[in-house]
Structures are given as structure tokens and as C-alpha cells.
């Protein structure tokens, strides 16, 4: 069974950092692609950032140039580096992968981490 497990939130000053890391774990050989969704009270889930296995990146357009994401591939780790944090980032993020392989088998189909409270506030 493949498992993601995140941490690192926490409560946060607007302009202050947190940085978030996601492990996977379950027999995974190889995962294609490693990202964060978020969710803010009465909002639905939309995505902050992913990473390829090969270091491709995306990014809502609201993060960038404050939030980095990062992997290690070895670890099945993705990380999310996030700075400059304003009120409108306090949210529930979530990690997920896509296209994991355990052993020689396969899957698309979406593995999601039970999330982590991020609440930017004074």
C-alpha cells in the first residue's frame, strides 16, 4: 500500500517561511510525477505546484516566485519551500503522486497524504 505522509506546517507570520516535505512510502520503485494541492476553508482543492521525476515544474500562478519545489528522487520526497507568506496561503496542503511504480507494475491512478495545516496569521 502506498502511503504519503507529510509535515512541516505549522503557524506562520504573513512574510515569514515554512517548508513542507511529503515521503512516500510501499515498496515504490519510481514516481513519475509529485505535487501540493491545497484546500482553504470553504474552498475547493487547487494546485500549487508539481515536480517531475525528471525536474520539470509547475506552479500556480499566485506562488510563484515565492514557493520552490523540490524532490529527491531516492527518498521518493517532495518538498515545498515556501516564502513570503501572506494570510491567503493559510490552507490545508496536500502532497499526491502520480504514476507510481512498485516492483514492475504501474499505476496512474492518484495517492493523496492526509494533509497539513498551514495558517499564516499574526
Known amino acids: 500500500q502506498v502511503q504519503l505522509v507529510e509535515s512541516g506546517g505549522g503557524l506562520v507570520q504573513p512574510g515569514g517561511s515554512l517548508r513542507l516535505s511529503c515521503a512516500a512510502s510501499?515498496?515504490?520503485?519510481?514516481?513519475?510525477?509529485m505535487g501540493w494541492y491545497r484546500q482553504a476553508p470553504g474552498d475547493e482543492r487547487e494546485l500549487v505546484a508539481t515536480a517531475s521525476r525528471v525536474g520539470s515544474t509547475l506552479y500556480e500562478d499566485s506562488v510563484k516566485g515565492r514557493f520552490t519545489i523540490s524532490r529527491d528522487n531516492a527518498k521518493n520526497t517532495v518538498y515545498l519551500q515556501m516564502s513570503k507568506l501572506t494570510p491567503e496561503d493559510t490552507a490545508v496542503y496536500y502532497c499526491?503522486?502520480?504514476?507510481?511504480?512498485?516492483?514492475?507494475?504501474?499505476?496512474?491512478?492518484?495517492?493523496w497524504g492526509n494533509g497539513t495545516l498551514v495558517t499564516v496569521s499574526f
Open positions: 499526491y503522486a502520480t504514476g507510481v511504480t512498485r516492483g514492475s507494475v504501474f499505476s496512474a491512478m492518484p495517492y
Open positions: 510501499g515498496g515504490i520503485s519510481s514516481i513519475n510525477t
